[in-house]
C-alpha cells in the first residue's frame, strides 16, 4: 500500500465495522467513498439477526462479542453499524474498548440538526429504532427546541434485501409513507434514513420528498453520516493516500450473502468468511 | 354454554393455539369459522419472535414451553401455528404432549395435494419456511411424485402487518411474486400459503392467480387447513353447539398488540394477557 512519507502520523491499522446483518454493508460502501484507501474489517452477525427483536440484554451481550471480533484484529476505530446496538450498547462498547467506538444513531442525529434549517425533523427507521426513540433522543441532546416527527416503515427493510429499489412498487410504498410522515408534520425540511438499508432508497426518497414540496428536503443518511464522523475523528492518522483499502467481510451464517453483499456494497464482494462468535 | 345433551362425548375442554407472534390469529380465525363453539387460548410469543432465525435447538426450548403454558390451562388439543417450531420441534412437542397436537405444515401440504389434479404445486413462503423445505418434505411424504415450486416472499409478512392488505401496493408486489413463481414453473395449479400472514392477502393472490392463467390456480390456506385438521381429529368430541366459544389470548410483549390482533383474528380481541414464559 502507498504511504505518503509526509504524513507519519498515518495510523495503517483497519477500520473495524460490526451490524446485525448485512444493512451495515452501506456504512462500508460509505467509508469506500469517503477514506477509499482504508482497509476495512466488516462483521456481520447474521446468524443472529436481528437485534431488535431481542432484549437490551442480549444485544449488549452479542455487540461486545462483535466488538472483541474486531479488536481482536487490531482495528484503530469501531463503528457500531446497528441502530440497536447503538442504542442499547454503546457506553458498555466505549468502555469495553481502548479504541475510539462510533455509533449508528449520533452522526445521523448531528447531521440532521446541522442541515435543518426549521429544526422540524423526521425520522423513519425499522419498527424496533423509532420504538426505541434513540434518534428523538440524540436530538433533543443536541438541541431541545428540535421537533423530531418519527415513522417506523417496515416495509422497506424487505424491499432493499429484494434488491427492489427503483420502479413502481418502490415508488409506491415510499410515497405512501411519504404521506404518513406528512400527515405527523407536513413542515419538516429534514429527513434522517435511520436505519442502514435505508440507502439503498435514498434516490427514491429524495425523488418524492423533493417532487412534492414546495421546498427542498434534505435527506440525510446515517451511514454517509457515520463514514463522515469516521473521518473527521481519525483526521490525519486516516489513510489518504491514493489506492484502494482491503475489505475483509465475515458473517456468522452465510444465507444469501453473496446477493445481498453486492446489493448493499454496490461493489462485488471478493469473499466472505463464515465465523462463530 | 349451550351443550347438545345428546353428544356425550363432547370434549368441553379449549383448544389450545400457539405462534411465535400474531400470524397465527388467522389460525384462531379460521377455527372459530369451522367450530365457533370451541373455546380457544392462544398464546403469542411475541417478546421472541421471529423464530426462523433462531437455531433449531432455541425452537424447539421455546416451543416446548409455549405447549407447557397451553397444557397447564388444560388444552384438549395444540396447535402450532408457527411455521418454523413446526418444521424443527413437532416430533419433540407430540412427545411432550398428553394430547393430539397439529402442526402447520402437514395440513396444508395434504390440501395441496388432494387439490392438485397435475400434483404441479408452488408454496410460497418467508425466508426461513422455504429455506427449511418443510413444505417440500411433507409433500414428497404423501406423493413422491408431486412436483414442488418453493418462493420465498419476504414482503407479504410486513405487508400484511401494515393492513395494506388491497389496493395497488398489494397488487403490484403480489403480482412480481407470482411471476417469479411462474418462471420456476408456469404449469403449478395449487398453490400453498406457507405462511400464517398470508390468508390476509389470499383475496389479491386468488385474483391474480386465476386472472392469469387459462385454468383455475387453487389457493390452499394453511390456517383453514389447520382448522379443517383439526375438525376432523375432534371428531365428534367437537363442541358443535349453536353458540360462541370464549377466546383468551396470551402474549410475551403486548407492542402493537391492539393493532394487528384485529387485523389478524378479523374481530376485535376483547383484551390479551401479558405473560412471561
Given at each position: 500500500?502507498?504511504v505518503?512519507?509526509?504524513?507519519?502520523?498515518?495510523?495503517?491499522?483497519?477500520?473495524g465495522?460490526?451490524?446485525?446483518?448485512?444493512?451495515?454493508?452501506?456504512?462500508?460502501?460509505?467509508?469506500?467513498?469517503?477514506?477509499?484507501?482504508e482497509?476495512?474489517?466488516?462483521?456481520?452477525?447474521?446468524?443472529?439477526?436481528?437485534?431488535g427483536?431481542?432484549?437490551?440484554?442480549?444485544?449488549?451481550?452479542?455487540?461486545?462479542?462483535?466488538?472483541?471480533?474486531?479488536?481482536?484484529?487490531?482495528?484503530?476505530?469501531?463503528?457500531?453499524?446497528?441502530?440497536?446496538?447503538?442504542?442499547?450498547?454503546?457506553?458498555?462498547?466505549?468502555?469495553?474498548?481502548?479504541?475510539?467506538?462510533?455509533?449508528?444513531?449520533?452522526?445521523?442525529?448531528?447531521?440532521?440538526?446541522?442541515?435543518?434549517?426549521?429544526?422540524?425533523i423526521?425520522?423513519?427507521?425499522?419498527?424496533?429504532?423509532?420504538?426505541?426513540?434513540a434518534?428523538?433522543?440524540?436530538?433533543?441532546?443536541?438541541?431541545?427546541?428540535?421537533?423530531?416527527?418519527?415513522?417506523?416503515?417496515p416495509?422497506?427493510?424487505?424491499?432493499?434485501?429484494?434488491?427492489?429499489?427503483?420502479?413502481?412498487?418502490?415508488?409506491?410504498?415510499?410515497?405512501?409513507?411519504?404521506?404518513?410522515?406528512?400527515?405527523?408534520?407536513?413542515?419538516?425540511?429534514?429527513?434522517?434514513?435511520?436505519?442502514?438499508h435505508?440507502?439503498?432508497?435514498?434516490?427514491?426518497?429524495?425523488?418524492?420528498?423533493?417532487?412534492?414540496?414546495?421546498?427542498?428536503i434534505?435527506?440525510?443518511?446515517?451511514?454517509?453520516?457515520?463514514?463522515?464522523?469516521?473521518?473527521a475523528?481519525?483526521?490525519?492518522?486516516?489513510?489518504?493516500?491514493?489506492?484502494?483499502?482491503?475489505?475483509?467481510?465475515?458473517?456468522?451464517?452465510?444465507t444469501r450473502?453473496?446477493?445481498?453483499?453486492t446489493?448493499?456494497?454496490?461493489?462485488?464482494?471478493?469473499?466472505?468468511?463464515?465465523?462463530?462468535?
Amino acid at each position: 500500500m502507498a504511504v505518503d512519507p509526509s504524513a507519519p502520523h498515518v495510523d495503517l491499522r483497519p477500520i473495524g465495522v460490526f451490524d446485525s446483518g448485512v444493512g451495515g454493508l452501506t456504512v462500508v460502501r460509505a467509508l469506500r467513498r469517503v477514506l477509499p484507501a482504508e482497509s476495512v474489517i466488516y462483521l456481520g452477525d447474521t446468524a443472529r439477526v436481528p437485534y431488535g427483536t431481542k432484549s437490551p440484554r442480549t444485544v449488549e451481550r452479542y455487540s461486545l462479542a462483535c466488538q472483541r471480533f474486531l479488536l481482536d484484529r487490531d482495528v484503530k476505530l469501531v463503528m457500531v453499524a446497528c441502530n440497536t446496538a447503538s442504542a442499547n450498547a454503546l457506553s458498555a462498547l466505549a468502555s469495553a474498548s481502548d479504541v475510539p467506538v462510533i455509533g449508528a444513531v449520533r452522526p445521523g442525529a448531528q447531521a440532521s440538526v446541522e442541515d435543518s434549517s426549521s429544526q422540524r425533523i423526521g425520522v423513519i427507521g425499522t419498527l424496533a429504532t423509532i420504538a426505541s426513540r434513540a434518534y428523538e433522543r440524540a436530538i433533543a441532546e443536541l438541541d431541545a427546541s428540535a421537533h423530531v416527527s418519527s415513522l417506523a416503515c417496515p416495509l422497506l427493510v424487505p424491499l432493499a434485501e429484494e434488491g427492489w429499489t427503483d420502479g413502481p412498487i418502490a415508488t409506491a410504498i415510499v410515497e405512501r409513507y411519504r404521506r404518513q410522515l406528512c400527515a405527523l408534520d407536513s413542515d419538516i425540511d429534514t429527513l434522517v434514513l435511520g436505519c442502514t438499508h435505508y440507502p439503498l432508497l435514498k434516490g427514491e426518497i429524495e425523488r418524492l420528498a423533493n417532487a412534492i414540496t414546495s421546498r427542498e428536503i434534505r435527506v440525510v443518511d446515517s451511514a454517509s453520516a457515520m463514514a463522515g464522523a469516521a473521518s473527521a475523528l481519525l483526521g490525519d492518522r486516516a489513510n489518504r493516500a491514493d489506492s484502494v483499502g482491503a475489505l475483509n467481510i465475515f458473517v456468522t451464517d452465510a444465507t444469501r450473502m453473496q446477493e445481498l453483499s453486492t446489493r448493499f456494497l454496490g461493489e462485488r464482494a471478493s469473499g466472505f468468511e463464515l465465523v462463530d462468535l
